[in-house]
C-alpha cells in the first residue's frame, strides 16, 4: 500500500523526472490535457463535446467572472440576460451571420417527449419554426434593442450578459473548443459611428488589461483580416496571446458591427436633429478559453501554475507532524498562521488559505497541490514552531527550492510576494513570446519558419516551433488563404501599434503598407 | 410636450389614485404584469415562453445569488458546471424522473442548417440520439458523481452548478414559470442515509434563513406528500410563502433522493468497512421565481418595493433645483453626499446610491424610483443646503410622507434605517399571512374558505381570497386529487413543526395524525 501511495503523483525517480508525463517537448498536446486532468480542472462529459468543469477550473472562472464584471461595470456596463433560444428566421436576418453559424448550431425541434412504437422514448410536439441554441446572440439582443431604443436618450444602451453558448465543434479539445462553452457577450448601441468604434476599442483595452495585469498573459491587440472577422461584422478586433508550443490563440474579440445588425433587426431611434436613424452597434466577448490560454501560458512540467491574482487559493499550508502527540499542536499553529494571512489583502480581496489537513503522505500532498498550481505552499513542523519560521516554496521555483523564513516575516510580506510572482509570470512569458517574434522579410525564411525540423536544440518537439512572423502583406485575401491551405498559418491581427513602414509582401513581393502577424493558432 | 410628460408615471388626479393600473383589489393578476412592467425588471421575449430579464431585475437577481452563493460555500459546497444537454437514455435511467419531464423538454434532434428545396435554411445532421436540454441535472451529474466516488474518502461531495434550464411550460407569466429559466441546482452524495438527510434539512434551512432574513419573506417550512415531490425523490422539502392574492408560492425545494438516482447511475463507493454501497444524494434549488415571490410578497399599488438587503441601489438622490445658477452647486452637494454614503456599510457591502442627474422633471424621477422599489428617496434643494438638511422618502411609506432631517444625522443612521425598513417589510408581511391563516375543523367551513366571493369587504377581488387552511388530513392521495380538481387546492406542505394533534381529515372525516397546510398556489 504504502508503495503504491509513493507513486501516486510525485515524479519518479531523479530530479529530471517531472509530474505530468508526457513533457512538453515529448507531446506538447497530450502534455496540455495531462495538466488539465492533474490539476482537476475539467474532464469530457458522457455529452459529445461538452465539458464538466471541476470546481477547482470553476472557481478560476469565477475569479476571471468577478474581475471583468467588475470592469464591465466600471465602465458603464449593466448585465442583462436573454433566451437561450433563437428562432431560426431571427439568425437569417444577417446574410454572413447565419453563413457563419449554420454548419455548427444545435437545433431544437421538438417540445416533448412520447413513447415510440417499441416503447421507447421519441421526440414529440414538433415546433412550427425550429429553435437554434443560441452560439452568439447578435440576434436576439438586435430585436429587444429595438424595442428598448426610441430616442437618442436612450443611447449609449450598454448591456452585458454571461451566459453558456453553444457551436457544434466537430474537434473539441477541453476549453479550447467546446460544443458547450461558457463567456460573456457585451452588446452595445450607439447614436453614431464615433462612439460605437470608441465602444469597440474601450473594451478591447479592458481585455488586454485583463489578460496582462490580471492573467500575466502579455498581448498583441489588433485588427483583423477580412477572412477573419466575426460574421456580420465591420470590423474584428482582438488580442492574441503566445502559447507555449509557440501557436497564437485569440483570447478576446470586440466586433465593430457597423449598421448591420441595427438594419438587420430595425434598432432605429428619433434623434435630437429630429430623424429617424439606425444605431450604431458593438460586440465583445471572452469565453472559458481564457482558462486553456491561462494553461497554455503559465503551465510547465509539473503541472498547472495559477497567476496569483486569480488563484483560488493563494496559500496552502501542509502541518507537518510525524508523531501523533505533536499533531494537534502544529495544526492548531497552523490555523493560526492561516488566520493572520487572511487578515492581509491581497488584489482586492482577504489572502484565500488553505489548511491541508488530510491524512495523506505528505509528498502526496504536496504534489497535489503543485498540479494544481497554488502560488505559495507552506510546510510547518514542531521545530518551524519552536523556531518561529515557515518553511515556504513558490509555484514559480523548483519544488526542492524551498527557504525558511520568519513566520511573521512572511505573513507581512505575503501580499508583496504574491505580486512578485504574479510580476515574473508575466515577465517570463513576455520574454518567452519576444524570443520567439521574428521579423521576417523573405519567403524563404518565412517558410522555414513555420517548418518543424527535428534537428537542433531549439525544435526538439515537432509541435513546438515557429512563433510569431511580423512580415509585410499585400493585403490580398487570396494570398491569405493559400498561405493558410499549405503551411497551416494565418494572420493573427493587424497591429494596433504598427509603424507606418511600407515594405513589399514576404509572400507576393507586392507592395504593403504595414507589417502584419503571422502565426499558426488554436 | 409638458402636459404630456405630467401624465407619464404619476398617478393622476387625487390621493387615491396609484401608480400602477390596475391595483390589487382591480386584477391582481394584471397589477402583476403592471408592477414587473413598471419596474423595469422583464419583459416577454419574441421566444415562446422565454423572458429577457432587464437590468434592475438582473441586479436583484445577481444580489440573490451573491448572498446565496456565500451561504453555500459557508456550508462546504463548491461550484461546478455540467453540460446544458442531456442524452434522451440518461434521462430514462430513472422512471419517475422522465415521467415528470417527458412532457414539457426542448429536444434538440440536429447539429446543423442547410439549405431546404425552397432556398430556406432547414436542420440537417440529424443526431444518433436525441439531446434534451436540461430541465434538471440529476442525471448528467449522477453519470459524472459515478466516476468522482469510488471511496468514503470522496464522500461527502457537495457541489452546486448556477444555470440555465428549460422546461417547456404551456401557460407561462414573468419569473413566475417560463420556459427557461435562472436557477442553482444543489446536488450532493453521502456514505449514509443520515447524512443525506443531514443535508436535505440543512439546505431547506439555509432557503428559509435567506427567504426570511433577506427577501423579508415568511415562509413555513414542510414536507410534500406523495403528489407533489419531484419525479424520483424519496422526500421533498420546501419552503411556501403567501402572496398578497393570499396563493402559496413554492419558493424553494430539498429532495432527498434516497438511492433511487445513485442506483440508476451507479455512483457506488467502497466504504471503510471494505463493502461497495451505494451513496445517498439530495438534490434542492430556487430559481428567478424567487424574483417573482418578492415582487408580489412586497409590492403594492405603486409598484415594486425591494427588501433593502437585496436592492441593487438602496439611496437615490434627487437633486432639485429650479434655476440653473444653483444647479451645479446642488449637485456637487449631491455627489458628496453620495459619497459619505459609500462609506457605510449596509448588510455586508456599502450603502449603494445613485445620484439621478437626469434633464427630467422631478416627479416623473421620483415616480419612477418609487415603480423600481428603492427603499430611500432623499432630495437636496438650494435651502435644504443651507439648513443642512435633507428631505428623506421611504418606500415602505406614502408619498407625500417625506421628512425633513439633518444631512449628517440621515448619514449616520442611514444603514440602521435601511435595517429598520427591512425588519418592518417582514414584520407586515407575516402579519398578513397571520391574518390568512385559518384553522379549519369542518368541510364547509374548508369549501367557504377557498370559494371567491363578490360580497364583503375581505373578497372586493374574486381574485383575492383564502389562504393558509391549517387542517386534518387522512393521508388518502385520492381524496387530495379530488380537492385539488374540485376546489384548485392542494396540500402545499406537511409542516415540520406540526403539533402533535392528531384529530378528523377535515374532507372524509377520518382519523389523521396532524394538521396540513391546504392553499391555492402558483
Known amino acids: 500500500m504504502s508503495g503504491n501511495e509513493k507513486q501516486k503523483g510525485a515524479p519518479q525517480g531523479g530530479a529530471a523526472k517531472t509530474a505530468i508525463t508526457p513533457t512538453r517537448e515529448e507531446n506538447y498536446s497530450e502534455w496540455y490535457q495531462q495538466v488539465v486532468r492533474a490539476g482537476d480542472l475539467a474532464e469530457n462529459s458522457p455529452v459529445r463535446g461538452c465539458m464538466v468543469i471541476k470546481p477547482w477550473g470553476y472557481a478560476i472562472w469565477e475569479n476571471v467572472q468577478r474581475v471583468l464584471d467588475g470592469m464591465f461595470k466600471a465602465t458603464g456596463h449593466r448585465n442583462a440576460y436573454f433566451p437561450l433560444f433563437i428562432p431560426l428566421s431571427f439568425l437569417e436576418k444577417e446574410a454572413q451571420h447565419v453563413d457563419g453559424f449554420a454548419k455548427e448550431c444545435a437545433v431544437v425541434t421538438h417540445h416533448r417527449l412520447k413513447a415510440g412504437p417499441d416503447g421507447k422514448l421519441v421526440p414529440d410536439g414538433e415546433l412550427e419554426e425550429p429553435l437554434i441554441v443560441r452560439p ?43 460544443a458547450e462553452f461558457l463567456w460573456q457577450e457585451g452588446h452595445t448601441a450607439h447614436a453614431t459611428r464615433e462612439e ?14 485583463f489578460a496582462e495585469n490580471w492573467m500575466a498573459m502579455p498581448v498583441l491587440q489588433g485588427r483583423k483580416t477580412e477572412g477573419e472577422r466575426f460574421p456580420g461584422a465591420e470590423e474584428t478586433y482582438c488580442i492574441e496571446a503566445m502559447m507555449q508550443d509557440r501557436k497564437a490563440l485569440q483570447a478576446g474579440t470586440s466586433h465593430f458591427l457597423g449598421q448591420n445588425f441595427s438594419k438587420a433587426s430595425e434598432i432605429q431611434f428619433l434623434d435630437a436633429d429630429g ?52 499533531a494537534q499542536q502544529v495544526l492548531d499553529h497552523c490555523r493560526k498562521l492561516a488566520e493572520d494571512l487572511r487578515a492581509q489583502q491581497f488584489a482586492g480581496r482577504p489572502i484565500e488559505v488553505e ?52 513566520r511573521d516575516e512572511f505573513v507581512r510580506g505575503a501580499a508583496a510576494l504574491l505580486q512578485e510572482i504574479q510580476d515574473g509570470m508575466l515577465a517570463k512569458a513576455r520574454a518567452f513570446r519576444d524570443a520567439h517574434t521574428r521579423t521576417i522579410d523573405t519567403t524563404a525564411e518565412f517558410e522555414a519558419f513555420f517548418t ?3 534537428t537542433g536544440d531549439e525544435n526538439a518537439s515537432p509541435e513546438i516551433h515557429g512563433g510569431f512572423a511580423l512580415a509585410h502583406f499585400c493585403g490580398d485575401a487570396a494570398v491569405e488563404a493559400e498561405v493558410k491551405d499549405r503551411l497551416g498559418v494565418t494572420i493573427r491581427c493587424i497591429p494596433l501599434e504598427a509603424s507606418s513602414e511600407t515594405g513589399k509582401c514576404v509572400i507576393t513581393g507586392r507592395p504593403s503598407t504595414g507589417r502584419v502577424v503571422w502565426a499558426k493558432s488554436y
Open 196 to 209: 460605437a468604434e470608441e465602444e469597440t476599442m474601450r473594451m478591447l483595452g479592458v481585455y488586454a488589461d
Open 355 to 406: 489548511v491541508d489537513a488530510r491524512d495523506l503522505r505528505g509528498g502526496d500532498k504536496m504534489w497535489q497541490w503543485v498540479k494544481k498550481g497554488v502560488p505559495v505552499r507552506i510546510e510547518v513542523g514542531p521545530r518551524d514552531i519552536e523556531q518561529g519560521s515557515v518553511f515556504v516554496g513558490r509555484r514559480d521555483r523548483g519544488t526542492k527550492d524551498k527557504q525558511s523564513m520568519p
Open 452 to 454: 518543424p525540423t527535428r
Open 136 to 178: 452568439t446572440s447578435e440576434t436576439i439582443i438586435g430585436a429587444t434593442f429595438a424595442k428598448w431604443v426610441q430616442s437618442y436618450r436612450d443611447l449609449p444602451l450598454l448591456i452585458n450578459q454571461w451566459a453558456n453558448v453553444v457551436r457544434w465543434e466537430m474537434r473539441t479539445r477541453l476549453f479550447l473548443r467546446t
Open 275 to 326: 430623424q429617424q436613424k439606425y444605431a450604431w452597434t458593438t460586440s465583445w466577448g471572452v469565453s472559458t478559453r481564457l482558462i486553456g490560454a491561462m494553461i497554455m501560458t503559465h503551465s510547465d512540467d509539473d503541472g498547472l501554475c495559477v497567476p496569483p491574482r486569480l488563484a483560488p487559493t493563494h496559500v496552502v499550508i501542509l502541518p507537518v507532524a510525524h508523531k501523533p502527540e505533536t
